[in-house]
């Protein structure tokens, strides 16, 4: 359902609106709620911010409506206003353009022309969402665009949407290629990052195959997190499969003598989520942070060459799923109380 605010000092127009509209409304496919100049306009736009479009007359009392579209660019950046401007007044019309007006529909209102226009609104602002959600939820995207570009395509929106924060339940993964640095200082950059690439790209499908989200990439190292239904046994699954691959790959062509192997520390429980960095230098990223994701790195650097760790509360989740063995208690850096480890065989 789409809630859009028609602001207009013309109080019949909620009548009419209510009238021409019933089906929809009656349908759920739209639902209005109304102002009669910019300022209350800003008032219900508060109390509802679930609103998608603002339709909104130019001329009005106390505050007209170009005067209200750029309130709106400043406090409700995911707001889209298509304005109402009388036959003629193209000063007014090209000003609401330039003030970032999505578009306009001209009185007296031709009701069919309108509900086109609220329509083709509705379209962009869905394919914003799933734009923002996309960036939001796909760090790779951001490694390879321009923070120019982003701001290009979602312009403030971008950085409001990613202001949220929350407390989810997931686990998390750190795979990180064993040995690798000895590559780093022999071979050419080339070759380097030709390998590197090579594997995390057999790392990320295997990931993704179970459901998971690429968080970053750190040096020669995957940070996957799992959520959802069965998330534990999915980044399980996921890194199973990646240690089989990695292992089954040739000898990498280099001057010295290199088989590929992972070491993988897996952690599943509370995490925030949220997006961290620096405003200033518009660099953030879309990550996990707490207990839970320190736990799972730290696993990570206890683990040898081709072992998938975890700890006993994970283990208690997935022993009857997996075959484990017992490593005994083991010192985790920062951590005051050792650990009790297990390695996940298959």
């Given at each position: 359902m789409t809630k859009i605010l028609i602001a207009d000092d013309e109080?019949?127009?909620?009548?009419?609106?209510?009238?021409k509209y019933r089906q929809k409304i009656r349908e759920h496919h739209y639902a209005f709620v109304f102002a009669t100049n910019g300022s209350e306009a800003l008032r219900v736009l508060e109390e509802n911010p679930d609103v998608d479009i603002v339709l909104s007359d130019i001329n009005m009392p106390e505050m007209d409506g170009l005067t209200l579209l750029t309130k709106l660019s400043e406090a409700h950046p995911l707001v889209k206003s298509v304005m109402v401007s009388a036959y003629g007044d193209m000063d007014n019309i090209r000003t609401a353009m330039n003030r970032g007006a999505f578009d306009f529909v001209t009185k007296p209102v031709n009701f069919a022309d309108l509900e086109t226009t609220i329509e083709k609104t509705i379209h962009h602002v869905n394919q914003l969402k799933e734009t923002i959600q996309a960036i939001k939820e796909n760090?790779?995207?951001?490694?390879?665009?321009d923070h120019n570009v982003l701001n290009f395509?979602?312009?403030?929106?971008?950085?409001a949407s990613l202001s949220a924060n929350e407390t989810v339940e997931a686990s998390v993964a750190f795979i990180d290629i064993c040995s690798f640095t000895s590559i780093s200082e022999t071979e050419s950059p080339d070759n380097v990052v030709m390998l590197l690439n090579q594997y995390f790209d057999l790392i990320v499908k295997e990931i993704i195959a179970q459901g998971g989200l690429i968080d970053k990439f750190i040096g020669d190292c995957v940070m996957a997190v799992f959520k959802g239904e069965f998330h534990l046994d999915r980044?399980?699954?996921?890194?199973?499969?990646?240690r089989n691959h990695i292992e089954a790959l040739p000898q990498a062509a280099s001057k010295i003598e290199f088989h590929p192997k992972v070491s993988i520390g897996i952690n599943s429980g509370e995490m925030i989520s949220g997006n961290i960095g620096s405003k200033t230098l518009k660099r953030l990223d879309y990550t996990v942070i707490g207990d839970t994701v320190n736990t799972a790195q730290r696993l990570q650097s206890l683990a040898q060459n081709g072992q998938i760790l975890i700890n006993d509360e994970a283990y208690n989740k997935v022993k009857q799923s997996f075959n484990c063995q017992l490593l005994g208690s083991k010192a985790l850096k920062n951590k005051s109380i050792e650990v009790i480890v297990y390695e996940v065989l298959n």
């Amino acid at each position: 359902m789409t809630k859009i605010l028609i602001a207009d000092d013309e109080t019949d127009l909620e009548i009419l609106i209510k009238q021409k509209y019933r089906q929809k409304i009656r349908e759920h496919h739209y639902a209005f709620v109304f102002a009669t100049n910019g300022s209350e306009a800003l008032r219900v736009l508060e109390e509802n911010p679930d609103v998608d479009i603002v339709l909104s007359d130019i001329n009005m009392p106390e505050m007209d409506g170009l005067t209200l579209l750029t309130k709106l660019s400043e406090a409700h950046p995911l707001v889209k206003s298509v304005m109402v401007s009388a036959y003629g007044d193209m000063d007014n019309i090209r000003t609401a353009m330039n003030r970032g007006a999505f578009d306009f529909v001209t009185k007296p209102v031709n009701f069919a022309d309108l509900e086109t226009t609220i329509e083709k609104t509705i379209h962009h602002v869905n394919q914003l969402k799933e734009t923002i959600q996309a960036i939001k939820e796909n760090n790779i995207l951001k490694m390879y665009v321009d923070h120019n570009v982003l701001n290009f395509m979602s312009g403030r929106e971008y950085e409001a949407s990613l202001s949220a924060n929350e407390t989810v339940e997931a686990s998390v993964a750190f795979i990180d290629i064993c040995s690798f640095t000895s590559i780093s200082e022999t071979e050419s950059p080339d070759n380097v990052v030709m390998l590197l690439n090579q594997y995390f790209d057999l790392i990320v499908k295997e990931i993704i195959a179970q459901g998971g989200l690429i968080d970053k990439f750190i040096g020669d190292c995957v940070m996957a997190v799992f959520k959802g239904e069965f998330h534990l046994d999915r980044a399980i699954e996921a890194s199973l499969a990646i240690r089989n691959h990695i292992e089954a790959l040739p000898q990498a062509a280099s001057k010295i003598e290199f088989h590929p192997k992972v070491s993988i520390g897996i952690n599943s429980g509370e995490m925030i989520s949220g997006n961290i960095g620096s405003k200033t230098l518009k660099r953030l990223d879309y990550t996990v942070i707490g207990d839970t994701v320190n736990t799972a790195q730290r696993l990570q650097s206890l683990a040898q060459n081709g072992q998938i760790l975890i700890n006993d509360e994970a283990y208690n989740k997935v022993k009857q799923s997996f075959n484990c063995q017992l490593l005994g208690s083991k010192a985790l850096k920062n951590k005051s109380i050792e650990v009790i480890v297990y390695e996940v065989l298959n």
